[in-house]
């Protein structure tokens, strides 16, 4: 079974840093990839994505100067490294990928195939 699972959330102060990883259980290679988060009350949003040969990347206009999406080649595991967090920023972030490899990717969650449980991020104001 194909499974995404997501680490590094957490509590952060406003202002500080927090490093995401997706690994996706059951296989191995490359596909394309992107972090979503949900908010209480809100509805799911695209940040970040990265097709399947880091050819192409696309950000949310609003995170876009503060997240940065990429691979650990080694750990075969999607990054999103966040900075400069906002007490906004608190949700329940998810990794998600599909069964298919593009030229470009995309940050509507109706693309994706497989979804993580999610890792809380949490940022004190």
């Known amino acids: 079974q194909v499974q995404p699972v997501e680490s590094g959330g957490g509590l952060v102060e406003a202002g500080g840093s927090l490093r995401l990883s997706c690994v996706i259980a059951?296989?191995?290679?490359?596909?394309?990839m992107a972090w979503f988060r949900q908010a209480p009350g809100k509805e799911r949003e695209g940040l970040a994505c990265r097709n399947w040969n880091g050819e192409h990347k696309n950000y949310k206009d609003s995170v876009k100067d503060r997240f940065t999406i990429s691979r650990d080649n080694v750990k075969y595991a999607l990054i999103l490294q966040m900075s400069r967090l906002e007490s906004e920023d608190t949700a329940m972030y998810y990794c998600?990928?599909?069964?298919?490899?593009?030229?470009?990717?995309?940050?509507?969650?109706?693309?994706?195939?497989?979804w993580g449980q999610g890792t809380q991020v949490t940022v004190s104001s």
């Open positions: 998600a990928a599909r069964n298919k490899r593009q030229k470009w990717c995309a940050l509507q969650s109706d693309q994706y195939d497989w």
């Open positions: 059951g296989v191995r290679g490359d596909y394309d």
